[in-house]
């Protein structure tokens, strides 16, 4: 293939990636977005390459990461790719089912569900109260002094509050050796939606799971989109 290409065009082709097994999803492209790569894969020495989704963001908790790894693994962890729409799709169901009653028990860490989130304007010039806005209101009235680019930690304590201030905590005000309770049904919602930019390709439903905080027909791609638009917000001056 590499000898066809480079015949065709003209152009020096080099072969990066020999996969076992790759899912190209849909490019999604806006005036105000980059076109996004989209794919995730498994070498034939069982490296795993992803982009364009949850494990390779920066600012995703350490528990999502690990969970969409072990998913990944999990989920190709198969000889061709019949046993993967098989054997792989379903013990990947299980495994979903196995770390959402990890969350639910509340056997989780604080330190893996750490959201990390860069304040790229002066605070003052927010409009909206984001969760890391939320948290960096709350360190600035405890007297911390932030200024655009530091990056902001905290932890859902309770997503859905009515007072944007009493959703998050940030991770300075967590006290050492002192439970902290996080919200159990915000962070499901994280892992549900990791789950699905893995598996909805292979007919993943999350609603199976009780969860009905998106649409069936809502395509996760769409989410993400929505999700970097979100962050465009946050980065750009409102003015």
Known sequence: MKEILAK???L???LENYYKFLVLLPLEADEKLEALKHYFGVTQNNQLIARGIEIRRHDA???IKDFQTEL???LFDCKDSAEVFSKGYENALLLVTKTIDKVMTGELELKDLIVSKI???DLFKYR???PHVSAALLLTEAGVSLRPGDTIQYVYTDGAHSNP???VIPVDFIEDG???VYDKEKYREMLLEAAETILSYFGFDRTVYGDTSRGKNRRWWHQLREQRQKDIDTETSNS
């Open 178 to 180: 002192r439970k902290q």
């Open 119 to 121: 304040l790229r304007q």
């Open 165 to 167: 201030l009493r959703r």
């Open 128 to 130: 909206n109260l984001f």
């Open 8 to 10: 065709e065009t003209g």
């Open 12 to 14: 020096a082709i080099t």
């Open 72 to 74: 990944l693994y999990t």
């Open 61 to 63: 908790p350490n528990f």
